[in-house]
C-alpha cells in the first residue's frame, strides 16, 4: 500500500537551516542529502587553528582508536541521522539536543573522573537551537576545558548558516571545523580520518 503523501518540492534557493528540511520522505542512511535536485554542499572547510589533530583509525602507536563523540541537534531526524552515523562507525557517543544540554553532558562527563579529563574527542554541533545555540556552548566548553587544562576536542559546526560572518562568528567562538548542510555521511567520515 502506498502512503498518503506527496512529497514536498523545494526550490534550490532555499537556504536549509536543519537537515530535515532538505530530506526525502524516505531517510537515506548513505548521506543526508538526497542525491537529485539539491546543489552540492561546500566541501568541508578547516578553520587555521593550532588544534589536536584529526583522528584516524589507528594511533600513533598502531593501536586502534575508537574516538567518543557528542551529537548536538535540536532536530529529532537529524540526530536520528548523526547516531545511524555513528553506530554504522561503531563510535562511542552521546547526544544531546540543544547547547546548554551538550554543555552539560561535556562537564558531567569530563568530572567524571578526577582530575577532570577530555571527554569527547569530537563535538558535531549544530549552531542555531533554542535554550542555548551552538556558538554559545562551543565558548562555554572552550572556557571550561582551559580553566581545567583540558586538551581542545575537535567541534564542527554542521549548519544550514553559510555565510562568511556565520563562519568567522564560529571561528572566533572555537570551532574548528564548518560544514553547511546538507551533509553527507562521507564528508563526516572524513572529519575522523576515514576516506
Do not use: W
Not at 543526508?32 to 584516524?56: D, N, R
Not at 574516538?67 to 563510535?91: E, G, S, Y
Amino acid at each position: 500500500m502506498q502512503p498518503d503523501f506527496q512529497p514536498l518540492v523545494r526550490s534550490r534557493s532555499l537556504a536549509y537551516r536543519s537537515l530535515s528540511d532538505m530530506l526525502p520522505q524516505e531517510i537515506s542512511t548513505k548521506e543526508f542529502s538526497p542525491s537529485t535536485g539539491y546543489p552540492s554542499p561546500p566541501l568541508p572547510q578547516p578553520f587555521p587553528v593550532t588544534s589536536t589533530p584529526q583522528a584516524s583509525s589507528h594511533s600513533e602507536n598502531g593501536e586502534y582508536f575508537n574516538p567518543r563523540v557528542l551529537l548536538v541537534d535540536d532536530n529529532a531526524i537529524n540526530l536520528k541521522l548523526l547516531v545511524v552515523f555513528a553506530k554504522r562507525q561503531n563510535l562511542r557517543y552521546e547526544e544531546a539536543t540543544n547547547g546548554l544540554e551538550a554543555l552539560n553532558t561535556y562537564k558531567n562527563e569530563a568530572n567524571s573522573s578526577s582530575p577532570p579529563s577530555r571527554p569527547f574527542d569530537f563535538v558535531l554541533m549544530d549552531l542555531s537551537m533554542p535554550v542555548m545555540d551552538g556558538l554559545t556552548s562551543t565558548r562555554n566548553i572552550r572556557q571550561f576545558e582551559s580553566v581545567n587544562g583540558l586538551p581542545r576536542c575537535q567541534i564542527v559546526a554542521l549548519t544550514g548558516l553559510a555565510s562568511a560572518q556565520d563562519q568567522s562568528d564560529a571561528q572566533e567562538a572555537g570551532v574548528d571545523m564548518y560544514l553547511v548542510k546538507p551533509v553527507k555521511f562521507a564528508d563526516i567520515k572524513r572529519v575522523f580520518g576515514g576516506k
